[in-house]
């Protein structure tokens, strides 16, 4: 069993400040790995499909899934899918066992009632500035809440996982003199080149 609590120092100093999101990333995380029966992912054993879009509240909620699934935009085995929600669908390449879980909308509809949103977050003030005074009780309050009081955990599904192979070929762009990933390459006149040389006029 996969305990986040293991998880929430190094979360911290990873994702630079405390807030309530990130911790909530790390017990959904957790509840996935439990629910499938995996470990963290050294390589890309699991697959973590997380509903989070662009310029939202919350979606520090990303780390805490990075941090304890080890599924790192490194390894690119973390997508967005770009719902605006907060489930994630956790998938065991090896067995194409998945699971979704997502954090109970009454756990987050509560977090927006404090202190660290009203007074602070919404008012623009970064999470950093937070008093601790102030966002430590959320942090307790994520980290030690009942699964069932914090998280919707779905049954075990089988997910039709279709990957792409990762290359290995590459170039230097004949103009600006990058590296570059051969499928990204462009031809301009007689040179290969990278996308952004391609662009330039």
């Known amino acids: 069993m996969i305990n986040p609590k293991d ?24 509840a996935a790995m439990n629910a499938l029966g995996v470990e963290r992912a050294k390589d890309g054993q699991l697959i973590a499909l997380v509903d989070l879009g662009d310029d939202h509240c919350a979606t520090c909620y990303a780390d805490g899934l990075q941090v304890i699934l080890g599924a790192t935009f490194g390894k690119g085995n973390i997508k967005k899918t770009h719902k605006g929600k907060w489930a994630v669908t956790v998938i065991d390449k090896a067995t194409g066992r998945a699971v979704r879980v997502t954090p109970k909308a009454e756990a987050m509809l509560a977090n927006k009632q404090t202190s660290f949103f009203k007074d602070y977050r919404e008012k623009g003030i970064p ?31 089988q997910y039709d996982l279709k990957e792409h192979p990762h290359s290995f070929n590459s170039f230097v762009c004949e103009e600006c003199g990058e590296m570059t990933v051969m499928e990204y390459g462009r031809i301009k006149g007689d040179k290969k080149v990278c996308i952004d040389c391609a662009n330039k006029h």
Request: aromatic letters at 8%; a negative charge; one cysteine or more.
């Open 7 to 30: 998880w929430l120092e190094f979360g911290q100093k990873f994702h630079g400040h405390k807030c309530p999101a990130m911790p909530m990333g790390l017990r959904v995380g957790a």
């Open 127 to 157: 999470a950093s500035k937070v008093p601790d005074l102030v966002v430590d009780p959320l942090v307790n309050n994520v980290m030690n809440a009942p699964d069932e009081k914090l998280i919707n955990i779905s049954e075990v599904f």
